[in-house]
């Protein structure tokens, strides 16, 4: 070929055309400022636990200095709506319990936001089954007893619980119903952390709570171990059985710990926060810690946290009408 000819052709070979010059490709959502990631309960719950461990590993992954802030009040609401009224630039996320924002829509008369709308699932975190336990004055050593006990001396059974309505709360009274036991005195506490360490004292001598928090609890004699959720045993209680052993309901109760941004986040983003917690809890280290703290890893994705939640809506929403549970 010519050279003038060759100088014809090379230009349309190699260089783009103008239309493709005006629509660059898409770039990965950068982050550019600190990242927060909002738990909405008081330090020491398992929210919080996971929120920590997270976050140094977080800040390397993004290349941004990662904080936890705690924002308790309102059963988790507050904190859930801080984040759903936040810019919507992936920059602060809620990590939660999901199961306060599949009870909220049906306990609260008035939300300040709309946890369907407002809130956007990126992907679950982790499961942990309820630690059933007792506080050791309490006479009893298996859940025959305690169920035995229960429906016999209900007004002696004080359950500590995380607030009003919350999953843990309501687990306690779909068991106390099964068992037969009226009357029993259920106390709440602002969040699973203040629940357990009124547990250990003594002023509550029952509580169910997840298994992340309420380990080191069983662990060290302050409370007394009963029973688990979910449909195995935890590796550091084998002698502890499960509800689902047991004939109990509740079997699938427990901390679903999620990760959400605000509603109108960005596709974009949501899948790069579903990717990078995906990896991270991935590696086999925090696989194993997240086991030693009697969890579960649940990197399901978005689509699959959004169903989820939709069905668990659904489910408690009949045991708070059933209950005649209402808060304002």
């Not at 305690?146 to 687990?171: C, E, Y």
């Not at 069983?218 to 084998?238: C, E, K, M, Y």
Request: no cysteine; net charge neutral.
């Amino acid at each position: 070929m010519r050279r003038r000819d060759l100088l014809q052709v090379l230009p349309a070979v190699a260089l783009p055309s103008a239309a493709a010059r005006a629509q660059p490709a898409a770039a990965s959502p950068v982050f550019d400022h600190v990242v927060r990631l909002i738990v909405p309960f008081a330090p020491g719950g398992t929210s919080d636990i996971l929120a920590r461990l997270l976050a140094p590993e977080l800040s390397r992954a993004l290349g941004q200095n990662v904080v936890v802030e705690n924002r308790s009040g309102a059963s988790g609401n507050l904190g859930a709506d801080l984040v759903a009224k936040a810019p919507p630039d992936g920059h602060t996320a809620l990590v939660i319990d999901a199961g306060i924002l599949a009870t909220a829509p049906s306990l609260f008369t008035r939300l300040p936001f709309d946890p369907k709308r407002d809130l956007q699932p990126a992907t679950m975190l982790i499961f942990a089954p309820y630690i059933l336990a007792v506080h050791p004055s309490l006479p009893v050593k298996s859940a025959a007893e305690l169920a035995a006990f229960a429906k016999a001396q209900p007004r002696r059974v004080d359950v500590a619980h995380s607030g009003i309505g919350a999953a843990n709360h309501l687990t306690a009274l779909i068991l106390t119903q099964h068992w037969g036991a009226d009357g029993l005195t259920m106390v709440p506490y602002r969040g699973g952390a203040a629940a357990l360490a009124a547990s250990a004292a003594g002023e509550a001598n029952m509580i169910v709570n997840g298994a992340t928090a309420t380990q080191p609890f069983v662990q060290n004699g302050s409370l007394r171990g009963i029973a688990v959720s979910g449909t195995h045993r935890l590796p550091a209680f084998p002698d502890l059985p499960t509800f689902a052993e047991l004939g109990w309901p509740g079997v699938e109760s427990g901390t679903w710990q999620g990760l959400l941004l605000p509603g109108t986040t960005p596709a974009s983003m949501v899948a790069r926060w579903e990717a990078e917690m995906r990896a991270l809890l991935a590696r086999p280290e925090m696989a194993r810690r997240m086991a030693e703290l009697g969890g579960e890893v649940r990197t399901d994705g978005a689509a699959a946290f959004r169903e989820w939640l939709g069905r668990e809506t659904e489910s408690w929403g009949r045991v708070i009408r059933a209950n005649n549970i209402k808060l304002d």
